[in-house]
């Protein structure tokens, strides 16, 4: 075969036009893409993937992002609950999200045909995912209920097994096993560890209430696993931000819903009559930080390939403990702190092995981040950069 350089690639990739979801046709300008000057750079190179701070810091700054939002939710706790806190969450974004689909200039904001059964499952399944998330952020430590959304991926592998047609893998199991091992440290429940378990003094967060709490994170977990699955099932031709508009639109009914059967009431917009000027900003700042956290972390992944920008996430961590102590100054438990770094550790044992695998770069995703976002990123970067090699063969598909 011919052997092409930069440069030639360059032009031809800049005049050849690629087909989009709904048939039509459109440019690649790699000159104006540095997510795909860097995935073209590596083809051609034969190397692996290159490595941006620019990369790593944009996704850090998504995490500190979302690190405020969970601050912001917990601040409102005793003023506003869950189902009040994600409808006012959703009525943020399905605004931005209009406006981004306006911008970007998608026309269908409903979706291809074949797709809207599985769209509907995604903003089904992705607004119990954060209610339930939310819940554990007021009634637990602020670092124990972050550090519960990381258990999502074993979710998603279970459930991609069974809708999929995926096969379990040894990384997968070794996950649902250690995943389990650090909430059980974070629960610490005195069936296992006695009565005479260390927590801190002032650790209101223990006991039934707890255990509960935890319980809901962990269904929110699966939620987003649900989630996760369904944009998988979607494809590669809906963009991400009609899936966010889907996720928000559906937040509406399915929080009124909840809260009826839940408190016996449909009122969610009233808050229980016990937010104050300080209340409603932080309820318009949750919306606003989770969207600028979405952004800034899909322009990171522009720069930087997933499996890195899963550790940067990990950062999320750092932070919510950081406010934990500054902002909340709740004591820190022993236990937590162990079953967090269990996780974690994890997390990053597994960024690290993906970062040796070359076909990565652009069909992962990060895991742990809030499933509005970072479940998404497969089927947006490859809605937005789906093009042809040199020789005419197909990018890999995700897996």
């Known amino acids: 075969m011919e052997v092409s350089t930069k440069e030639d690639f360059s032009m031809r990739s800049s005049s050849r036009p690629n087909q989009d979801g709904d048939g ?41 992002s979302f690190s405020c939002e969970f601050l912001f939710v917990k601040l409102m706790e005793g003023k506003a609950n869950s189902f009040t806190v994600t409808f006012y969450r959703a009525l943020v974004e399905i605004p931005i999200a209009l406006w981004l689909c306006e911008r970007r200039s998608i026309d269908d904001y409903i979706g291809p045909p074949r797709a809207r059964a599985w769209l509907l499952v995604r903003g089904g399944m992705g607004a119990p995912a954060v209610l339930c998330f939310f819940y554990a952020i007021q009634h637990l430590p602020l670092p124990d209920a972050v ?48 009565s005479e378990a260390p927590t801190e003094e002032g650790g209101d967060h223990a006991g039934e209430n707890s255990m509960a709490a935890i319980v809901i994170g962990l269904l929110g977990a699966a939620f987003a696993g649900l989630a996760y699955t369904s944009v998988r099932m979607i494809g590669h031709d809906t963009s991400a931000n009609v899936m966010v508009l889907y996720y928000a639109v559906m937040s509406v009914p399915v929080t009124m819903f909840g809260s009826k059967v839940c408190i016996g009431s449909w009122n969610v917009w009233h808050g229980g009559g016990n937010l104050g000027a300080w209340d409603w900003c932080w309820m318009v700042l949750t919306g606003l930080t989770a969207y600028a956290g979405q952004y800034l972390t899909n322009l990171g992944l522009q720069y930087e390939t997933a499996a890195t920008g899963t550790l940067a996430t990990c950062s999320q961590i750092v932070f919510t403990y950081i406010f934990e102590l500054v902002f909340l100054h709740e004591l820190i438990n022993v236990w937590s702190i162990l079953g967090s770094l269990l996780i974690i550790g994890f997390m990053a044992i597994v960024g690290i092995l993906k970062m040796k695998d070359a076909d990565e770069t652009m069909h992962e995703t990060v895991a742990g981040e809030p499933e509005e976002l970072a479940l998404l990123f497969s089927a947006e970067h490859h809605n937005r950069y789906d093009c042809r090699m040199i020789d005419g063969s197909e990018p890999g598909n995700i897996a």
């Open 24 to 64: 039509g046709s459109r440019l690649v300008d790699v000159q104006k893409d540095p997510f795909l000057v860097r995935t073209l750079s590596s083809v051609l190179s034969g190397s692996g993937p290159r490595h941006s701070l620019v990369g790593i810091v944009l996704i850090m700054l998504g995490s500190f």
């Open 147 to 194: 550090t519960l959304q990381f258990t999502t991926p074993p979710f998603a592998a279970a459930f991609a097994v069974m809708f999929a047609g995926e096969r379990w893998k040894l990384l997968d199991m070794i996950g649902a096993v250690v995943c389990l091992f650090g909430v059980m440290l974070i629960a610490h429940p005195t069936w296992l560890f006695g």
